[in-house]
Structure formats: structure tokens, C-alpha cells
């Protein structure tokens, strides 16, 4: 089960973390991923990390957000810093425990195949 929370309100510029706890699975994920979704658009990865904490931004630049993993808490966070309108949306997270392998941006695609997604949390940058 992966249960996402932090979502907000915020006004253009302004800082929010996400966090995605896992819990109820017999091993640890192999990856995890951040995805958005905002109304009339495609689901787009923001970015994945490793069980080592390894973490990966196919798209560039980004040196806006950071993705981390805290394996003692089993939960995984985006840090969003100065955020745009375009920026707003739904955020989810993703977790796949095949150890597929994968690299950049494909593992986008694996993350998505995976079926574990949690309900999402809305962020709307105003």
C-alpha cells in the first residue's frame, strides 16, 4: 500500500514536500518513482529512486525538486521548491518490486506498469 500526503495550496514560489509511505508489502521496493497528472494532460514522471537512494531526473533541467527515500521510516518524499503554476496537479507515487531492470527515463514506463500507486495528493500552485 502506498498512501501519498503534503499536497497544498501554495502560492507561486513557495515549498512542499511530499510523502509517500509504503507499508504492507514482504519486501522493500526495488524503485520508486513520483508521477503528476494535471487536468486535460498525460501522466508525467518528476522522478525515481533506487532502494539505495540512488535517485534519477530523465527530464532536465530540474533543479527544482528532489526525491528521497527514508528506508527506517519505509517512505518516500519529493521536496518541491519554488513552485510554478505549472506545477499543479495530482502527484502520485509508484513502487515496483520486480528488480526489472531499467534506466532513466524508461523506468518511467516500469514504475507505471508496476500497479502499485497510491491514491494521490494535489498540489495547486497559484
Known amino acids: 500500500q502506498l498512501v501519498e500526503s503534503g499536497g497544498d495550496s501554495v502560492q507561486t514560489g513557495g515549498s512542499l514536500r511530499l510523502s509517500c509511505v509504503v507499508s504492507?508489502?514482504?519486501?522493500?521496493?526495488?524503485?520508486m518513482g513520483w508521477f503528476r497528472q494535471a487536468p486535460g494532460k498525460d501522466r508525467e514522471g518528476v522522478a525515481w529512486t533506487d532502494r539505495y537512494n540512488t535517485a534519477t531526473y530523465p527530464r532536465s533541467p530540474n533543479d527544482r525538486f528532489t526525491i528521497s527515500l527514508d528506508r527506517d521510516k519505509d517512505t518516500l518524499y519529493l521536496q518541491m521548491n519554488d513552485l510554478k503554476p505549472e506545477d499543479s496537479a495530482m502527484y502520485y507515487c509508484?513502487?515496483?518490486?520486480?528488480?526489472?531492470?531499467?534506466?532513466?527515463?524508461?523506468?518511467?514506463?516500469?514504475?507505471?506498469?508496476?500497479?502499485?500507486w497510491g491514491q494521490g495528493t494535489q498540489v495547486t500552485v497559484s
Open positions: 504492507g508489502y514482504t519486501r522493500r521496493p526495488y524503485k
Open positions: 509508484a513502487a515496483d518490486l520486480s528488480n526489472t531492470f531499467c534506466s532513466g527515463a524508461n523506468c518511467f514506463d516500469l514504475l507505471a506498469r508496476s500497479g502499485h
